[in-house]
């Protein structure tokens, strides 16, 4: 494909004003940060799904045989493994996110997969299973009919229930000690933990916090708020702030996805790909005699990453290509910030 340096040159000063049109945005800090002491809890378990209809796991499985003569002397029926020969049982592995705050009776999702040689968990029953959390307690029990993506492509042998979870007991989440709250940034970076810190100290007068590194910021209850720390948090999160951008460059090969951090720069360098060159300078340069140097585009030294990829896309070059020309600049020492493969 063959482009005119002219309409180049316009592109890329639309994609600047445009990147000037459109500043970082003001964010909640519950958006980029959560309290220590509030998290997720994972549960699992051991189960047995049935009415498989012949695609459960095989007769001579042991695991299947001693799980159901447990499962059978439970209800009082004694038989040998010898005798079990069911191929539509399948022993599984049933897991849950346990959500914060969660109250007994609530009901929660949970997946199912198979531990054996079952070829099939589709229309299969999970009876009552106990699911526990690493300290070996029962936090929850589940039961229900597993459904399977009907997608062709999908493993038929994971599947989920949808609110297929029961919860039987609370978890409780401390997240307030001694009157100190901690907020912990998702992404941390001393930027953002600053910006954050100057939030609260603007709305709240004379709080006392420490920032403690990049992720941690550690607040104080004041006196006069220690009785609703709810409403006090609730306050807290709700702030605003603009939060430091991405210098990353983020790269799934597979897919062609190209994320781009807006503080990434490109120093100065040419790049050249058959008979495309794009030199990245100090000045622009353009001549009206368009043999003298075909193909070449010259961009300023303060572009950004996203600047050289509409460039490099105008010229008519491919993902796969654009993304080995980021890593060929990356490794001249060009690209100012991070690159990260997938």
Do not use: W
């Not at 099939?120 to 029962?138: D, F, M, P, Y």
């Amino acid at each position: 494909m063959k482009c005119k340096k002219g309409f180049l040159f316009l592109c890329i000063l639309f994609f600047i004003a445009a990147g000037q049109l459109f500043p970082v945005p003001q964010v909640r800090i519950k958006d980029i940060a959560y309290l220590s002491g509030i998290r997720e809890n994972q549960l699992s378990g051991i189960g047995l799904v049935t009415g498989l209809a012949g695609k459960g796991d095989s007769q001579g499985s042991e695991l299947l045989k001693g799980t159901l003569a447990n499962l059978l002397s439970n209800f009082g029926i004694e038989l040998s493994t010898s005798d079990i020969k069911s191929k539509n049982c399948a022993v599984v592995m049933v897991s849950m996110e346990l959500p914060p705050f969660i109250h007994p009776g609530d009901r929660v999702d949970v997946t199912v997969s198979s531990i054996g040689d079952a070829r099939s968990l589709e229309e299969g029953i999970l009876l009552q299973t106990n699911l526990k959390a690493a300290n070996n307690r029962v936090y929850a029990n589940a039961q229900g009919k597993v459904l399977v993506s009907p997608s062709s492509k999908s493993a038929k042998t994971v599947g989920t229930i949808p609110g297929g979870g029961f919860i039987e007991r609370e978890v409780v989440s401390t997240y307030e000690q001694n009157g100190i709250i901690r907020i912990v940034l998702r992404h941390p970076d001393f930027v953002t933990a600053t910006a954050v810190a100057e939030a609260i100290k603007t709305k709240f007068d004379q709080i006392k916090l420490e920032t403690k590194d990049a992720a941690i910021i550690e607040v104080t209850v004041p006196e006069a708020r220690r009785d609703d720390i709810v409403g006090f948090i609730a306050d807290m999160e709700s702030l605003t702030l603009t939060p430091d951008v991405s210098g990353k460059v983020v790269i799934n090969p597979n897919t062609g996805v190209i994320i781009i951090g807006e503080k990434v720069k490109i120093g100065k360098v040419a790049v050249s790909y058959r008979d495309v060159n794009v030199t990245v300078n100090s000045s622009y340069y353009y001549t009206d005699d368009e043999n003298e140097y075909p193909d070449t585009f010259v961009i300023e030294d303060t572009a950004t990453v996203n600047d050289l990829i509409d460039v490099l896309r105008a010229a008519g070059l491919k993902a796969d290509v654009i993304i080995g020309i980021l890593q060929a600049i990356q490794r001249a020492g060009a690209l100012y910030g991070s690159l990260i493969i997938m």
